[in-house]
């Protein structure tokens, strides 16, 4: 199905917690220096940029490695919720 546009939908306070959660993780992991995760939510269009992940490290192979990381978390668990919007009609991912 082609997909219009989706519906991203998120318990701010669970967000924050899980959002920080990985970027701690990642930042002992690959030992950063610091990272920085945003990402949009509400109704959005498919050409919209919805993830923003920056890394910082002594080490670029250590910035890529945990940007990785981060990115794979963000599309398997972390707590957002989204809806597909269709030609007709719609679906909960």
């Known amino acids: 199905k082609k997909v219009k546009s ?3 939908e998120v318990y701010k306070e669970m ?3 899980s ?3 990985i970027c701690e993780t990642a930042q002992k992991k690959w030992n950063l ?3 920085l995760v945003i990402h949009r939510y509400g ?3 498919i050409s919209d940029k919805i993830v923003l992940v920056a890394t910082f ?3 670029r192979k250590n910035s890529i490695e ?3 990381y981060i990115v794979d978390y963000l599309k398997k668990e972390a707590p957002f919720w989204k809806k597909e919007f269709y030609e ?3 679906a909960w991912l």
């Open 6 to 8: 989706i519906n991203l």
């Open 15 to 17: 967000g924050i917690k």
């Open 19 to 21: 959002l920080s959660y």
């Open 33 to 35: 220096i610091d990272s």
């Open 43 to 45: 109704n959005l269009i």
């Open 57 to 59: 490290s002594m080490h």
């Open 66 to 68: 945990a940007c990785n």
């Open 88 to 90: 007709k009609n719609s």
